[in-house]
């Protein structure tokens, strides 16, 4: 058995530059394992650079990102995947001519750590996914049918059905009525403790990050202004003024 505390992605002064500016600059946070790790800060702050950066969808151009101890920056997204760092973008870009079973079996095929698993196993994986999200009932409709919410449901069950250990996951409640986003933080919650995943988790509606986070990372301007319990960041005057004071 892992240690409860074990810490399972870093990151340590994690830089990146677009041009002559840092979306990122000297970015560091632990993410331990079994955790959900909120990230918050005002538009353009940098959290979808720090989650591409630890993904390997862009290289930094400095710093470094450990998995498990082990260095990954500089690694493609599929090696990534394959180490077991799921991925939920902020944009869905499913494949909207195949139906939601096809979409998330795609995904276990390919994505993750079971790398070169038969057709059927990734269909098997597929179905037990969606059973988990209550989404079984749709498994056969086309994705182009789906509300925009449901398609990020899917992006989450294709991250899933990778069986990863981290997910990383970038707005997923935007738009919701207050009963969706009840629904959609249980399902985040028994992710984390049913499927045992580690989540860092990119949201703009605090009331969804602030009740289910157990510590919160707040980036403003490419840069950590607070890391600390929920409560903590809610309290503090830097991120009060940067960001939650706005309204
Ligand atoms: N591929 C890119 N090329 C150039 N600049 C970029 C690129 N991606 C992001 N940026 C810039 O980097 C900064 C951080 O952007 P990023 O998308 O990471 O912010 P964010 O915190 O995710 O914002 P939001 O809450 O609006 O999604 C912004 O100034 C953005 O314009
Ligand atoms: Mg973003």
Same mark, same amino acid.
């Given at each position: 058995?892992s240690?409860?505390?074990?810490v399972?992605?870093?990151? @340590?002064?994690?830089?990146k530059?677009f041009g002559?500016? %840092?979306?990122?600059?000297?970015v ?15 538009n353009?702050?940098?959290?979808t650079?720090?989650?591409n950066?630890v993904?390997g969808v862009? /290289?930094?151009?400095g710093g470094?990102? *450990?998995l *498990? ?7 493609r997204?599929? $090696?990534? %995947?394959?180490?077991?760092?799921? *991925? +939920?973008?902020? =944009?869905?870009?499913?494949f909207? =001519?195949?139906t +939601?079973?096809?979409? +998330?079996?795609v995904g276990?095929?390919f994505g993750g750590?079971?790398?070169g698993?038969?057709?059927?196993t990734?269909l098997?994986?597929?179905e037990?996914?969606?059973?988990f999200?209550?989404?079984?009932d749709?498994?056969?409709? /086309?994705v182009?049918?789906?509300?925009l919410?449901e ?7 294709r991250?899933? $059905?990778t ?6 996951? &970038? ?5 919701l009525?207050p009963a @969706? ?11 984390? &403790? ?11 509606v605090?009331?969804?990050i602030?009740?289910t986070?157990?510590?919160v990372?707040v980036?403003n ?5 607070a890391?600390?319990t929920? &409560?903590? +960041?809610a309290r503090?005057?830097?991120?009060? &003024? ?6």
């Amino acid at each position: 058995m892992s240690q409860p505390s074990e810490v399972i992605l870093e990151g @340590e002064r994690v830089t990146k530059y677009f041009g002559g500016s %840092a979306a990122l600059k000297d970015v560091s946070f632990q993410v331990t394992r079994g955790e959900i790790l909120g990230l918050i800060g005002p538009n353009g702050a940098g959290k979808t650079t720090l989650l591409n950066v630890v993904n390997g969808v862009l /290289p930094p151009s400095g710093g470094t990102v *450990r998995l *498990r101890g082990r260095t990954i920056t500089g690694l493609r997204p599929h $090696a990534v %995947a394959r180490l077991g760092v799921a *991925r +939920v973008s902020q =944009s869905p870009r499913p494949f909207t =001519s195949m139906t +939601v079973l096809e979409n +998330v079996a795609v995904g276990a095929l390919f994505g993750g750590q079971d790398r070169g698993s038969k057709a059927s196993t990734a269909l098997e994986q597929a179905e037990s996914t969606l059973r988990f999200m209550g989404l079984h009932d749709k498994r056969h409709l /086309p994705v182009r049918s789906l509300t925009l919410q449901e398609k990020k449901m899917i992006e989450l069950a294709r991250a899933l $059905a990778t069986r990863p250990e981290v997910t990383l996951i &970038d707005e997923v409640m935007s738009g919701l009525n207050p009963a @969706e986003i009840e629904e959609s933080m249980r399902l985040i919650r028994r992710v984390r &403790d049913e499927l045992k995943v580690t989540i860092v988790w990119v949201e703009h509606v605090m009331r969804a990050i602030m009740g289910t986070a157990e510590r919160v990372m707040v980036l403003n301007y490419g840069q950590v202004i607070a890391m600390g319990t929920p &409560d903590e +960041v809610a309290r503090d005057q830097a991120v009060i &003024d940067a960001y939650l004071g706005r309204g």
